[in-house]
């Protein structure tokens, strides 16, 4: 069911958020300022959609999840307690796009099958950012050409 999967989704992108907000307040380092703001823009990117995903749950007559507990039973992404260094919280946050990528997937072969046409397009856009998202944290991570 399209809206159960929606709930993870949304559920895995807050848990999404909330970890990229931590490693933008705590990262450090000698490039602290760009990675201070590539997760500043990392965690208001992902967060300007969770609006849009409740909004689809609820044109599914569904109801949204709404607590930190219903999101932490849903979310496929673990919370982050410790302040890693900062090429680990990079490491730790592709991992985590990796995993919303993986729910999204599920979730775009849901709508086809669902015939939810605006969903499945919305969905391709989220995989497009997620992928960019990648693309630039590996770019961060890499040490040498191949």
Not at 55 to 77: H, K, M, Q
Not at 89 to 113: S, T
Request: glycine residues 4%.
């Amino acid at each position: 069911m399209l809206s159960e999967n929606l709930k993870v989704l949304l559920a895995t992108s807050y848990a999404f958020v909330i970890k990229a907000q931590n490693f933008h307040w705590n990262v450090e380092g000698p490039d602290f300022p760009q990675y201070h703001e590539f997760f500043g823009d990392l965690y208001a990117e992902v967060y300007g959609v969770l609006d849009k995903i409740a909004e689809y749950i609820r044109t599914l007559d569904s109801y949204t999840p709404g607590s930190f507990e219903r999101y932490a039973e849903l979310s496929v992404i673990q919370g982050q307690t410790k302040i890693p260094r900062a090429e680990l919280m990079f490491q730790e946050i592709l991992d985590d796009n990796q995993k919303l990528i993986e729910v999204l997937k599920n979730c775009f072969e849901v709508a086809g099958q669902e015939r939810e046409f605006g969903i499945e397009n919305f969905i391709a856009e989220r995989l497009d950012a997620h992928a960019k998202h990648a693309w630039m944290l590996k770019s961060i991570l890499k040490r040498e050409r191949s």
